[in-house]
């Protein structure tokens, strides 16, 4: 998780306790939405798929 996000390696830290669980939650929302892009692209592709297999 920490290469993923690229949290953790101390280039820029956020010095309150705030902003770290800002920063967490951020991080795991950019997970969430590329996880969630990718599997939207893969519907798209299919149901493309789909459709030159019918004929449509």
Do not use: C, K, N
């Not at 993923?4 to 705030?18: A, K």
């Not at 967490?24 to 969430?32: K, S």
């Amino acid at each position: 998780m920490v290469t993923f996000t690229t949290l953790g390696y101390g280039d820029v830290t956020p010095v309150e306790h705030d902003w770290r669980l800002l920063s967490g939650i951020e991080a795991l929302i950019g997970v969430v939405l590329i996880g969630w892009t990718t599997a939207l692209l893969f519907l798209i592709v299919q149901r493309s798929w789909r459709g030159m297999a019918q004929g449509d």
